[in-house]
């Protein structure tokens, strides 16, 4: 697996969230056919995994973890649905 930076092809959006949100950074990756939203607020970060095709699995979720968290779990919260997964880690 593979996260692939693809933040540059959605800058005109991400400029507008950060004008308009207490976010202060946002990263979009890709992890094949599933999309990767980072975003880091002021006392929390919030990460969400999305693919339109199919269900996330355990096993996407604890590599994002691993590669944008560092495996630091403590404080978090996952918020899981079909084909969306929500990360919060409170700061």
Same mark, same amino acid.
């Given at each position: 697996?593979?996260?692939?930076?693809?933040?540059? #092809?959605?800058?005109?959006?991400?400029?507008?969230?950060?004008?308009?949100?207490?976010?202060?950074?946002i990263?979009?990756? *890709?992890?094949?056919? #599933?999309?990767?939203?980072?975003?880091?607020?002021?006392?929390?970060?919030?990460?969400?995994?999305?693919?339109?095709?199919?269900?996330?699995?355990?096993?996407?979720?604890?590599?994002?973890?691993?590669?944008?968290?560092?495996n630091?779990?403590?404080?978090?919260?996952? *918020?899981?649905?079909? #084909?969306?997964?929500?990360?919060?880690?409170?700061?």
């Amino acid at each position: 697996m593979h996260l692939v930076d693809v933040t540059a #092809s959605h800058a005109k959006d991400i400029q507008r969230e950060l004008a308009a949100t207490p976010v202060h950074f946002i990263k979009v990756y *890709t992890l094949g056919n #599933s999309r990767v939203v980072y975003k880091k607020k002021h006392g929390f970060s919030e990460i969400v995994i999305s693919n339109k095709l199919r269900g996330i699995t355990d096993k996407e979720i604890n590599f994002v973890v691993e590669k944008l968290l560092k495996n630091d779990t403590k404080n978090m919260e996952i *918020t899981k649905q079909k #084909s969306l997964v929500e990360i919060i880690v409170n700061n």
